[in-house]
Nanobody
Framework: QVQLVESGGGLVQAGGSLRLSCAAS????????MGWYRQAPGKQRELVAT???????NYADSVKGRFTISRDNAKNTVYLQMNSLKPEDTAVYYC???????????????WGQGTQVTVSS
């Protein structure tokens, strides 16, 4: 059974940094893409950053230049380095992983439980 476990969240002052990690377990295969989403109270879950197995990255405009996503394919682990944090970054951050079935061409999404990131002003 595939499980995604996030870690690294916490409370930080504005301008500070945090590094989130998400480790996948229960599978011997890597994912086509992994990424981070976040959801603030009363708001819809939004994409933060994604990275493919080949290393291509995509960022939300709001975090470009401040956040960096990376992954270790061998360990099925994705990281999110968050610098220059702002109060508006406060949210629950969820790890996401996508695996495409090469036979059916359908993708399966996996989600972590989420880790709280709180940025104080």
């Amino acid at each position: 059974q595939v499980q995604l476990v996030e870690s690294g969240g916490g409370l930080v002052q504005a301008g500070g940094s945090l590094r989130l990690s998400c480790a996948a377990s229960g599978t011997a295969f890597s994912f086509n893409a992994m990424g981070w989403y976040r959801q603030a109270p009363g708001k819809q879950r939004e994409l933060v950053a994604t990275i493919t197995s080949g290393g291509s990255t995509n960022y939300a405009d709001s975090v470009k230049g401040r956040f960096t996503i990376s992954r270790d394919n061998a360990k099925n682990t994705v990281y999110l380095q968050m610098n220059s944090l702002k109060p508006e970054d406060t949210a629950v951050y969820y790890c996401n992983a996508v695996r495409r079935n090469t036979i059916t061409n359908l993708s399966t999404n996996y989600w972590g439980q989420g880790t709280q990131v709180t940025v104080s002003s």
